[in-house]
């Protein structure tokens, strides 16, 4: 459907700007004489009144509404493509990012059918009540490493949406424990191709999109702690060095696109309990407890603990941000 066919959005009923974190001259929100010199171009673009604006301009006899849920975080009308989608991390972000509102999330993963997990997601979400938007969840079989398929991927739902608002690139692989003198090519090859020519192919398919109907929108690209620290006694060079790619990734495509108001940021956790995880962990239980005192708070962590932070940064919420890494990790880098 095009997007002048759709019917009257949630946010433009919020009376909220599409994304506008980008330099905008001239305020529509803002009276000229509270705002003096910050609509000036290079100045923060208009966004309507939300916190302490809202509260100085509101009468004192007028109802006062909460912001910050019902706007500001949320992705009411907005369209996401997100790989990994078909379980852990990947899936837990998808539905978070439904839950927050989103129209339509396109969740792209290896196996031809979706999982029973990602299925019932669906249909949970489905049943959910009082939330924002449709949370449609979408499922499509593809290889991140083939970019031609990531950008026809990409159309298709630029197509279909009319619209593209948010990316992230969970798509990853961890290989067993492997010597750096000894570490084999067409293994090395492997992780470089999935962890960071795929995230690199499914930025590009969001974000050509995102170029096309020119909304702005966010990249969330998933690195990880490793990509900033090397985990204690664990032989990854491959995997670490795939997730410092990814954080670089992040700061260069941030800078060529932030004039086109697409927002480029890796997010980088630390232990998480999922299936990649869960498959070296099986093998060494011990490994739970090493690495659980590895960080100050002392415990791995939970898929669901991701949900807040990719809201955040998918959203209007954090529109002031790009080309940064959020490190999500119990603290572990801090020692
Ligand atoms: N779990 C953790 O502790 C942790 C920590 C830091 C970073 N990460 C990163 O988070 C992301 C998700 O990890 P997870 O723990 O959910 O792992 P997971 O193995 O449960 O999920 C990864 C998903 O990526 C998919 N995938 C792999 N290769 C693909 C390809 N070529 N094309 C399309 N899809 C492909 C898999 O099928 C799987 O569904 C990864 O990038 C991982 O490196 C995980």
Known sequence: MSRSARPPSHASFLGRARFS??????SAGNSPSKTGNRNKIGGPPPYGRVGVDAALAASSSSAAKPTLFEREFSLADRVALVTGG???????MAMALAEAGAHAVYCVDLPEKASEEWTTVKEYLGRMQGKAGEGRLEYISADVRDQDRMWKIGEMIGDREGRMDVCVAAAGILKPHTDCLEYPAKQFQEVMSVNVNGVLFTAQAAGRQMDRFGNGGSIVLIASMSGTITNRDQHWVSYNSSKSAVKQMTRSMACELGPKRIRVNSLSPGYIYTSMTAAYFDKHPHLIEVMSKSSPLGRIGRPDELRGVVTWLASDASTFCT??????DAGLHAW
């Open 21 to 26: 974190s980008g330099p905008i001259a001239h």
């Open 86 to 92: 078909n379980r852990g991390l990947g899936l837990e």
């Open 323 to 328: 080309g940064s890494d959020i490190l999500i």
